[in-house]
Each structure stands twice: as structure tokens, then as C-alpha cells.
């Protein structure tokens, strides 16, 4: 009996070390896809006790003397211990930052430094609007009818009336004013039956209140000439357009805060060679280089602080910047241009304050995500251990470490996502059915919402700064509302919703006859306006898979810059009548209120990290689809149980494209379809690693 119990310990013993020896070669050769347990282990959890976490990673037999020796080593070193899985463990940004803090002193100290470039981007972007205004009242100027001191009878020996009896302010009477100047009795020379031709010398404004000298006014861009200010404004966007495509790349190579110090030196140069324009030409150029820092000395820090704030706060961070700082610093740059009292002073002072922002090159700190995208490790985890410093956290240094070790390969591996580019997206039909709703929505959205912005200084001509302060004041009720809705009732209604109201009060003005209640149906349409406009970045950047994220919305804002280049002929479209161009704003908000229902929900959803999610992302959606009711209430289960962190490192333009970045913690299986896994390229490939909650 002994030697048959050996015997069948011998057989048991040498079937053990053939399945050992199979999985090390199975392990050795693991294919690139594969399906995961159904219990995974997740590491140390929220909520554990100890004594769960001690029998987890322990022995059973606790009066093994090695146990406390064991478990003081382990909480004294890392709250990481070992885990009983084949392959490595990994830990990226999204794992670290409840570590560090996820809205600690660190981030609201970034969080005011959004400020001074919160009041760049509303001089940036509204300033020209009040360099080029076109004054209210004006008519011809008579050199030889200036020694007469009544007004009145001067223009009715050259100026004359329209049909509803004003005087005209772009034509004059055709006759020989030097016979006037030297006759004795002026007006026996008024006749209303002389033929009329286009002022010649220039104009004469009539300054109501505290009088401004803008381009249009100095250059004579009035009457005939009056398409050159529109033609500068165009020129603003080419700017905006090559500027904001120059500055991915150079940010791509740089960084973020190198990027954004030169955009702002740019808008400064630009800027004071604004003040010192002698002709059209001069003045477009000037703008086109202010034009080519619009979007990137905002984006930048927008992006920089977003990186450093933990998920649940990033809606929150993204829209109070722009309710409490850019919307204050928009109502104010109406006030500063009267002050100024000249286009020119307006230009040079205003730009002062770029100089200042300009010093922030030596206190803001670079993206920790960008150093360690561009291999420079040491660097980020300098500025990591400052952010825990200054947020009074402590983090074990093998957490550290690991993190560390999780960047390089990180790095590695980013060598194999650099092919992943913006035309992927199309390869897939249903992406590229969104990418293009999404491009069409976008682009509506940002004609209608710079077309009511620069609206509102022709809406109300006689109280032009009073009216323009009161459309931006909406911008701030506009962005609590989002914050408000946004993750309750879903972007897709959200967004359809707002965009819609924003086109029927705007088609409500067009056929409203009182002046006064055409105004307040069209700022009505400004409010929804601005609440439309703030989702639609968010909801490209969730909708579109991670790997191509920030490509795919690059490309989409650039596609909005091409859309706002026809706003300003939108806009001179009131000179013909107010009703056309809030007409045309109202049907741009109202089409593209219909096709924002065509583009899936993205709130309590999984979002899409592979092209292969995102060629599935949304599959099962109808039409009546909605978080805050029916099924569209309840979060989804797929086979990720990601961090909302990874799907929000959107909008970056450095995002990770590393394989080890797409991580899952637990597996359900699901049946595979034709166009899901069984489609993936070998470029998607898919490492499991762990979750740690902090």
C-alpha cells in the first residue's frame, strides 16, 4: 500500500509539473486577445477591513510565524501588495490622482491662475468687434460747408433724404459746393431736386454720449467700402484656423506651457501691431497673428488644469472657469473700449495685460501626462511629488515607483499608437456616421453662437455698449445651467434641447416687428446659445474612442472655425434686414438641434476606448433613449469597469494612445458579433491590469 500511495504521489507530483510547464509556455506565448476570469482581483478596496485584506493576500494559517513579519512589511512599504495574478501590475494617472488629491490646494491654485487668460481670450476674441464698430449716425463730408456752424442747414445744402425722411448717410447732392462757401445767402442754394452721388471726402459722425474712434470710423469702411471690416473678421478665423492646427503640433513637440506662453506672445505682438495700423491691409495682418492665438492661450490652460483635476470635478472646473472668469471679463471689455476712447489706445492697453500672463512661463507647471508622452519621466514625477506635497498627502514610495515603472512602458508603447490617426475614424461606417454629425453639429453650433455675439452690436446701434454688456451677461446663467443639466439629463436632449430653444426664440425675432421685443426674443436665443455651445466639446470628446480622441476633436473645433469665418457675413446681413439674419441664425439652431438626436447618449454609459467600442458605441440606443428615465437611467455594465478618468483624458492633444492604457479590472462574458472583437487589429491591443481606489 505504501509503495502505491508513492507511487500515485509520484503521478500526481509529475502531472503537477507538466500543467506548470504548460503554463509557463502558455504564458510565454499568450496570445494578444483573450478573455479574462470572472473574478478578477482588484486589489485593496474602499470599504475593506484589515482583517479581509489579511486573509486575501495571506495564508490561512495565521500562527505561521512569517504572517505579521509579512503583513508589517507590507503596510509599512505599500498599500500594493502582491496579487495573485500571472502578469505585472500597472497604475496610470487616473489611479494615481485620488492618491495625490483630485481637487486639492494644487488644482484651486491652477484653477485661479485661468483668470488673466480667461480676460486674454474675451480681448482676443471680442476685441475686434469694438475696433471695427460701425457708428450709428453719420453723412457726408463737405469741406467747403464747414464754415457754416448750423448742422441742420449744412445737410440740407448736401445731404439728402431718405424715404422715410432721415437724412441719407451715404450719398450727397452733386452740385459746386465752392459757390456755396462763398456766397452770401446759403440758402437759396437748397434744392432736394439735385441728382446725388457717394460721399467723396469722408464722413462726419455724430457722437452720442461719450464719443469712440473705431478702424471703420478712421478708415471710412462705411457705405461702399463697409465689406472691409467683415473681410478683417474673416481674416481673424484663417488666423484661428492655421494658428489652431500650428499650435497642436507645436504643443505635440513642446508642451503645454510652451504653447501656451508663445500663443499669448503672439496676441501680444499682434496686438500692438493692431494699434499701429496705417491701412486694410496692415490691420488684417495684425489680426490674422492675433487671430492665430485665439482658441490655444485658453485651450491650453483649460486642458493643463483639467489633467490635474480628478474626474467627478472636471464638469464642474470646466464650466464655473468660463461662468466666474470669462464671462465677468467678457461684460467688461465694452466698458474698457469706451474708456479707451480710441480703437488704437484700446488695442495697446488692453494687450498690456498678455505681458503679466506671459510671466506665468516660470510658475505653472507642465503636463505631467505630455513630459511623460514625450519620455520624460523624471521631470513629471518631480511635479507629482510637488502636487502631493502641496496637497499634505502622503503616498507610499512604492506606489511611486510602480507608477513610475507603469510610465516608461507607457512610453514604450506609445511608439505603437503614433498610427492611430484622425482618418481612422472613418475606416468604421457607424464612426464615421457620428464624426460627421458631429462635425455638422459643431460647426452649426459655432455660427449660430458667434453670429449672436457679434449680433448683438448691430441689434441695438443707439445703446451699443449697454445691449452687447447685457448678451454677455447671459453667458454666465448659461454655463450653471449646463452644470445644472448636463449629467442629469444627458447631452443628447440636453444639447437638443437647448439648441432648439435657442432657434425659435431666434426665428421669433425675425418676425417680431417692436424693436424692443425683437432684441429680447434674439438675447433669449443668445442665452441658449451659449448653454448649447459649452456641451458640444464635451460630448465630441466622450462620443469619440480614445485613441483618435484628440485628433478627432482638433479636428472638429478647426471645422467650427471654418464654420464661424460665415458668421460675419451673416451678420452683415442685418444691413439689408434684421429679420434675414436672425432667419438664418434660427435655422442653423434648429437643424442642428433635429441631428444632435441622431448622435448616442453618453452619460451612464461606458464610453469607447478602441475603434472597434467605438464602431459599437451606441448600437443599442434608441430613439427615446434617456438618463434620467427608462433604461437609459441605469449605468451600463460592459466588460470595462473603467475610470471615468481615462475616457476624460479628451482633450488633450498628448493623450495616451499605450495599449496598457486600455484597462479593465473585471470581465463578463458577452457573445462576440462579427463587427466587435472578432474585427479588432492588431494595433488594439488590450493588457489587463489593476484598479486601485484610493
Known sequence: MANEDNRNGSIKNSDRLKKQERGQQARLTKPIFYDEPEKADVGVQAGDSMDEVKVRYMEPNKDDSSYDSFWKKTISGTSLPRRKWETEDYIDFDDLLPLIGEFGRFQVMLFLFMIPFCFITAFVYLGQIFMSLTPHKYYCYVPELMII???????????????????????????????????????????????????????????????????????????????????????????????????????????????????????????????????????????????????????????????????KYRTLVANLSLALFYSPSTMLMPWIALSAGDWRRFSAFTALPILLAMLSFCVLPESARWLVSVGDIERAMVILKRVIRINKKYVAPEVLELFESSCTQFYKEELYGRDFTVFSIFKRRRMARYMIMLILIWMMMSLVYDGHVRAASVLDTENIFVFFTIACATELPGNILVILTLDRCGRRWCSFLYTSLSGVFTLMGAWLTNPMLMRTSALAGRFFANTCYNIGLQWAAEILPTVVRAQGVAFIHTMGFVAMMLSPPVVYLSEVSFSLMLIVLGAMAILGGLLALLLPETLNHELPQTLSDGAEFGRNQRIWHMPCCGPGSRRSHGRHAWRRGSSLRTLSREEFRSSRMFRKTAYVHRETSPTSSENKNSEEREIRTYKYNG
Open 149 to 311: 456752424r448750423s448742422v441742420e442747414l449744412r445737410k440740407q445744402l448736401s445731404i439728402p433724404r431718405e424715404k422715410d425722411g432721415s437724412y441719407s448717410r451715404c450719398r450727397m447732392y452733386d452740385t459746386n459746393y465752392t459757390k456755396i462757401h462763398f456766397a452770401e445767402d446759403q440758402r437759396k442754394y437748397i434744392n432736394t431736386s439735385l441728382p446725388t452721388i457717394p460721399c467723396k471726402r469722408g464722413y462726419v459722425f455724430e457722437p452720442e454720449g461719450k464719443p469712440y474712434v473705431s478702424a471703420t470710423m478712421e478708415f471710412g469702411w462705411l457705405c461702399d467700402d463697409d465689406k472691409y471690416a467683415t473681410y478683417a473678421q474673416m481674416i481673424f478665423f484663417v488666423g484661428s484656423i492655421l494658428g489652431g492646427l500650428g499650435y497642436g503640433h507645436f504643443a505635440d513637440h513642446c508642451g503645454r506651457v510652451a504653447a501656451l506662453v508663445s500663443s499669448c506672445f503672439l496676441a501680444f505682438l499682434g496686438s500692438l501691431a493692431t494699434s499701429l495700423s496705417y491701412n486694410f491691409f496692415s490691420f488684417a495682418m495684425s489680426r490674422f497673428l492675433v487671430g492665430a492665438s485665439y482658441d490655444t492661450c485658453f485651450t491650453m490652460i483649460y486642458i493643463l488644469v483639467l489633467e490635474y483635476v480628478g474626474p
